[in-house]
């Protein structure tokens, strides 16, 4: 009964809630992008950004561009940060702001922690996310060459994350849950370091003082996340690539690509290095807008919770 006001009342407990906030927030402010995002990465997906956006609005609706949503909602582990951006950095009291070493390390720590919950999740996302793509083509293959068979029909027919989940164990064992581990930790993992010191590093430039001060106004939040994520992700992105790919791809069927390398070279060798860059400018936007959307909700959140002198948000312009 005591447990909560308890939880919150220490300081882990509130970055802790504090941070799901954040995760959550930036799920829903990107989310719509990130469908554009994976779909631009596949090879058979041809077309910009708005040509795609505005097939799936016209054949699903606007709820299309949230398919798979569920599954990274139940992995949302931004504050794992908080706990390891200490935990590498013990020579810094407690009261003061983690060091940008210990921010960059424990950013690192971070990502390769959590790739072991989110390459199942964006494993489910993806095929998810993939999905509607390929019931166009079904739709297609029925109204020029005739009908198709029930079997292929039925891949078609996943209507949430457990559903997939359950078709890749019985196709692939549990080991196909994890298909993707090695590329995601690759590609998160020192991208979580870039994310984390840049936003850190970011903040206190725009408003010197305000790590220590827990003062900085909505508007520095929102740039300093911001670019957080874009700086994250045009460092991972050619990696960001090749795990759609490897994911998107099934062994109950003849994959393309026998790994990362021969994803990787098979790619580039059949539509030249830009594949390694597609989508991008949908990723730098969905950055943006996401991370800006994390970090003011984990700031606000945290405090919120911590209800002491740091409790207000300057509103004013303080850059």
């Known amino acids: 009964m005591d447990f909560w006001p308890e939880f919150l009342a220490s300081s882990w407990g509130k970055e802790f809630v504090a941070g799901g906030f954040g995760g959550i927030a930036g799920i829903f402010a990107g989310y719509p992008l990130d469908t554009l995002r994976v779909r631009q990465q596949q090879h058979s997906t041809t077309g ?39 935990a590498f950095d013990s020579s810094t009291l407690t009261t003061d702001p983690p060091s940008l070493k210990g921010v960059a390390i424990g950013g690192f720590g971070t990502g390769a922690i959590q790739s072991l919950i989110l390459s199942p999740v964006e494993l489910l996302k993806v095929r998810l996310q993939l999905q509607s793509a390929s019931h166009e083509k079904t739709q297609l293959a029925t109204t020029h060459r005739g009908p198709v068979s029930v079997a292929t029909q039925l891949v078609n027919t996943h209507r949430g994350p457990v559903s997939v989940a359950r078709s890749i164990v019985r196709t692939e064992g549990l080991k196909g849950i994890y298909r993707g581990l090695t590329i995601t930790v690759l590609r998160d993992a020192p991208a979580h370091g870039i994310y984390f010191s840049t936003y850190e590093y970011m903040r206190e430039k725009l408003h010197p003082g305000c790590r220590t001060s827990g003062q900085e106004s909505f508007k520095t939040m929102l740039l300093a996340g911001g670019l957080a994520g874009v700086a994250s992700w045009i460092l991972s992105y050619p990696l960001d690539v090749v795990k759609t790919r490897l994911q998107a791809q099934s062994q109950s069927t003849s994959p393309k690509y026998g790994g990362i390398i021969d994803c990787f070279s098979k790619s580039v060798r059949e539509e030249g290095y830009a594949v390694l ?43």
């Open 277 to 319: 860059w597609r989508g991008l400018g949908t990723a730098l936007a969905r950055a943006f807008i996401v991370n800006g959307a994390i970090f003011t909700a984990y700031e606000t959140a945290l405090r919120f919770f911590s209800n002491d002198n740091h409790g207000s948000i300057q509103t004013d312009d303080a850059i």
């Open 48 to 86: 910009s950004a708005f040509t795609i956006l505005r097939n799936v609005v016209a054949s699903q609706g606007p709820l299309g561009l949230y398919r798979g949503m569920g599954a990274p909602l139940a992995s949302v582990t931004f504050q794992i940060y908080a706990v390891l951006s200490r």
